[in-house]
T-cell receptor, first 113, second 113 residues
Framework: DAGVTQSPTHLIKTRGQQVTLRCSPK?????VSWYQQALGQGPQFIFQ???????QRGNFPDRFSGHQFPNYSSELNVNALLLGDSALYLC????????????FGSGTRLTVV | AQTVTQSQPEMSVQEAETVTLSCTYD???????LFWYKQPPSRQMILVIR??????QNATENRFSVNFQKAAKSFSLKISDSQLGDAAMYFC??????????FGPGTSLSVIP
């Protein structure tokens, strides 16, 4: 049973650079949500994609953008990286007809130096 | 705005004993879901248990059960017969409309052998 796959696992970037994180949802899921989790804190909602469109957005600046492809996979892009963007980025997938909760990937650990 | 609060940053329990983690939430919606997620050091967020708000019966999953008090907007998690593998961060979460899930700040649970 293929769960949620995220790549890369770890990433180190320099302040001001741009980064792209990738997520493949669980088979049968059509909705992808992205979360930012700072060390020792709960995940913060960034945005959600459904039918290749951003359906909801959290309180994050426009530097954070995303995309969903026809196969439901998704990308998270962050421009002009700041030191404060260092965090674990979690991707979660779900189905509009299944309310059993999200299935999460193992996350991408982004370090901005 | 939907919020989830966990007032216990850290908890500990003796192996084989019972522990209860607290959670309160606030929502203006009448139909919603509540969850407890577990995040071990491996970072993988794992769904422990879920509760539909329209169901008065408390959910149970093996050693895990909840005490859902809808009027008080309280949703606590009870872990019975605690095991070493239960040591992790535990997050309470609430699902809004459009499948958006909001997380609390988490409770770090230690299990003492």
């Amino acid at each position: 049973d293929a769960g949620v796959t995220q790549s890369p696992t770890h990433l180190i970037k320099t302040r001001g650079q741009q980064v792209t994180l990738r997520c493949s949802p669980k088979s049968g899921h059509d909705t992808v949500s992205w979360y930012q989790q700072a060390l020792g804190q709960g995940p913060q909602f960034i945005f959600q994609y459904y039918e290749e469109e951003e359906r909801q957005r959290g309180n994050f600046p426009d530097r954070f953008s995303g995309h969903q492809f026809p196969n439901y996979s998704s990308e998270l892009n962050v421009n002009a990286l700041l030191l404060g963007d260092s965090a674990l980025y979690l991707c979660a997938s779900s189905s509009g007809t299944d309310y059993s909760g999200y299935t999460f990937g193992s996350g991408t650990r982004l370090t901005v130096v | 705005a939907q919020t989830v609060t966990q007032s216990q940053p850290e908890m500990s329990v003796q192996e084989a004993e019972t522990v209860t983690l607290s959670c309160t939430y606030d929502t203006s919606e009448s139909d919603y879901y509540l969850f407890w997620y577990k995040q071990p050091p491996s970072r993988q967020m794992i769904l422990v248990i879920r509760q539909e708000a329209y169901k008065q019966q408390n959910a149970t999953e093996n050693r895990f059960s909840v005490n859902f008090q809808k009027a008080a907007k309280s949703f606590s998690l009870k872990i019975s017969d605690s095991q070493l593998g239960d040591a992790a961060m535990y997050f309470c979460a609430s699902r809004t409309s459009y499948d958006k899930v909001i997380f609390g700040p988490g409770t770090s649970l230690s299990v003492i052998p």
